[in-house]
């Protein structure tokens, strides 16, 4: 087993194919004490999904599972994920989701290339872990952030949360808690265990008190950004 620091958390792996190992090296840690989470598959297990998945190899089999269980087990810690891009511009985090192909990558990758890639950090493209430590929100890196690899070992106080979706012109408005319930649900992982549910409504309940969300329209433009940006970083 490897020791990772993912998350603030001490989380045990045992990668065995080089994606997950590759993807893990910048959260490798020497921690002392008990872990909190273990993420591993065994042989049989990785597959056992690639026969439920043949389009999928056996080393990405054990980096899409290995993910999910670490953000299951991430329940137990006031912490959850969002399929979302998430960006740190000016010691904020926001966080743009939508689904596939929805536009969400593009969207930050806008932010990069209006505010300079060395201002706007890509903490996550994918599934940023977010927490709650000392009853604020936080987003983290990690190394499970989909096709593109963008991840940074980093941890930001949550700004606010965008759901993107294509538009002819660029706009954007807040979101009832009503609406945002049902987007946020739709773009996390919701677990069988009654348990963890519990603990995901209660994390969600607090982000929709906390948190701002917006529905952000939008065009693949300069102007797109500064929209969204002058809007959440209110």
């Known amino acids: 087993m490897k020791q990772y620091k993912i998350a603030e958390l001490n989380v045990l792996m045992n990668p065995k194919y080089n994606k997950l190992l590759k993807h893990c090296e910048a959260y490798l840690s020497d921690f002392e004490g008990k872990e909190n989470i273990v993420a591993t598959l ?28 670490f953000y299951e087990q991430l329940l137990d810690f006031q912490g959850m994920v969002l399929h979302a891009s998430a960006v740190a511009l000016d010691g904020n985090a926001y966080l743009f989701s939508a689904p596939c192909g929805g536009g969400k990558s593009t969207h930050t990758a806008l932010w990069q290339k209006k505010f300079g890639k060395d201002q706007a950090i890509i903490i996550n493209d994918d599934k940023p872990a977010l927490r709650i430590i000392d009853n604020k929100f936080y987003v983290y890196g990690t190394p499970f952030s989909g096709k593109t690899d963008k991840n ?5 106080p949550l700004k ?16 009832s808690a009503v609406e945002a319930l049902m987007q946020i649900f739709n773009q996390t992982i919701r677990p069988v265990e009654s348990k ?4 995901l409504i209660s994390i969600v309940d607090k982000m929709l008190k906390d948190i701002p969300v917006y529905k952000l ?10 929209t969204s940006y002058n809007a959440m970083s209110k």
């Open 196 to 199: 963890k549910m519990e603990s």
């Open 217 to 226: 329209g939008c065009t693949i433009s300069l102007e797109a950004v500064e």
């Open 152 to 156: 940074t070992n980093i941890k930001v």
């Open 42 to 69: 065994t042989d049989k297990e990785i597959e056992d999904h690639n026969e439920k998945w043949p389009n999928l190899t056996l080393e990405e089999c054990e980096y899409i599972w290995t993910g999910a269980s």
């Open 160 to 175: 606010a949360i965008c759901f993107v979706e294509h538009a002819p012109t660029n706009s954007i408005r807040k979101m």
